[in-house]
C-alpha cells in the first residue's frame, strides 16, 4: 500500500508560478511511475505529466510543455510539479499518482493504482 499526500497548492496570479510536492509512504517507490493529474470543476480528471522510476521518461501533455516540469527524489520519497507561466485555464485541483506496474510510463488515469487527495491550485486572470 503505498500513501500520497499532495502540498504546494495555493493561489497565484497567471504568468506566476508554483512547485506541488507529492510525499510517498512505502519502500518500494523507487519503483514505481508516478503522475500528475488535474481535474477542474465539471470536467474529466486530465494527464499533466509522469515521469518514470529513474526519470529518464517523462511525457507531458501539450498544454504545458515548456511550461511545467516534472521532477523525483527518490531518496526523498518525493515527486515535484515545477509549474512556469501559469495560465488561468490551469486552475484545477491537482493529483498525484503512482502506477506499480513495470513498463512504458503511462498517460492514462486508469493506469495509476494509488491517488492522492488532491491540492487546489487556483490561477487568476
Known amino acids: 500500500q503505498v500513501q500520497l499526500v499532495e502540498s504546494g497548492g495555493g493561489l497565484v496570479q497567471a504568468g506566476g508560478s508554483l512547485r506541488l510536492s507529492c510525499a510517498a509512504s512505502?519502500?518500494?517507490?523507487?519503483?514505481?511511475?508516478m503522475g500528475w493529474f488535474r481535474q477542474a470543476p465539471g470536467k474529466e480528471r486530465d494527464f499533466v505529466a509522469a515521469i518514470n522510476w529513474s526519470g529518464g521518461s517523462t511525457p507531458y501533455a501539450d498544454s504545458v510543455k515548456g511550461r511545467f516540469t516534472i521532477s523525483r527524489d527518490n531518496a526523498k520519497n518525493t515527486v515535484y510539479l515545477q509549474m512556469n507561466s501559469l495560465k488561468p485555464e490551469d486552475t484545477a485541483v491537482y493529483y498525484c499518482?503512482?502506477?506499480?506496474?513495470?513498463?512504458?510510463?503511462?498517460?492514462?488515469?486508469?493506469?495509476?493504482?494509488?491517488w492522492g487527495q488532491g491540492t487546489q491550485v487556483t490561477v487568476s486572470s
Open positions: 499518482a503512482a502506477d506499480r506496474s513495470w513498463g512504458v510510463v503511462s498517460t492514462r488515469v486508469s493506469e495509476y493504482d494509488y
Open positions: 512505502g519502500r518500494t517507490f523507487n519503483s514505481y511511475s
